[in-house]
């Protein structure tokens, strides 16, 4: 659903609902990278939910503790964790751990966050709040002569910074506008991340209303500091 560190595309869920099919077709393993998506980034709990399918194994991390500690899962479908299950002298098992696998530091972390998200609703209040952040920055943005799109789902936003605005032409990368914005932003006390000719944002999901309207207007004026 998002592309990533490529470039902060987002792509329909026809695209992953059509790749589930073709995987079902010719028997290959579908793997869903839920490291940056996963626990409400994109708005639903997982990416693949806004298509409505299931991964053969799925990678999940980061908001698993709310960014607190490392931690990681794997997850599997029975049928692949039942491939590699068996009486130790039948040599089946998939023989890989780290020293921290299990750490209950971390697992207690997870479970506490699993645990708030439930009971504090943060899945419904991330949602309102999504909405109200892009429309935002379309208001402060929308318009603006160096910004090709907005690109959304769920509390992530991607700008294209672009020299022409009707036919999308992005800046000379040897310039690294996007770093350089993101410089200025931090002199003014915002975090930005840039990637090219891209900023985004991808904001905790219970931060407050105010908290994203001071963001925007501190990327507002770092942005027009360099592009002037």
């Known amino acids: 659903i998002v592309q990533g560190c490529a470039g902060m ?10 790749l589930r099919k073709l995987c079902d077709e010719y028997g290959v393993l579908l793997i869903a990278d839920e490291i940056a998506t996963g626990f409400g980034r994109t708005g639903k709990m997982f990416a693949c939910n806004h298509a409505g399918i299931t991964p053969d194994i ?13 931690m990681a899962i794997v997850c599997t479908t029975d049928k692949i964790y039942d491939a590699f299950y068996d009486d130790y002298n039948k040599g089946k098992q998939f023989m890989h751990s780290h020293t921290y696998a299990g750490n209950p530091i971390g697992c207690a972390t997870a479970l506490a966050v699993l645990k708030i998200m439930k009971e504090e609703k943060i ?9 109200y952040f892009h429309n935002a920055l379309m208001d402060t943005f ?16 991607a700008m294209e910074l672009v ?3 009707d036919k999308k032409v992005g800046f000379d990368g040897n310039l690294r506008i996007g770093y350089e914005i993101y410089k200025k932003a931090l002199t003014h006390g915002l975090l930005l991340r840039p990637l090219g000719n891209v900023i985004y944002f991808n904001p905790p999901l219970n931060i ?19 592009l002037k």
Do not use: C, F, W
């Open 142 to 157: 929308g318009a603006h002569k160096n910004i090709g799109e907005i690109r959304h789902i769920g509390l992530i936003n």
């Open 9 to 18: 595309r987002i792509y329909p869920p026809l695209y992953l609902q059509k």
């Open 163 to 165: 020299t022409d605005k």
């Open 208 to 226: 407050e209303n105010k908290d994203l309207d001071k963001a925007i207007a501190l990327a507002k004026q770092s942005m027009d500091e360099v």
């Open 58 to 70: 799925m990678t999940i991390s980061k908001a698993l503790t709310g960014g607190y500690l490392p």
């Open 123 to 131: 899945l419904e209040h991330a949602a309102e709040k999504a909405t």
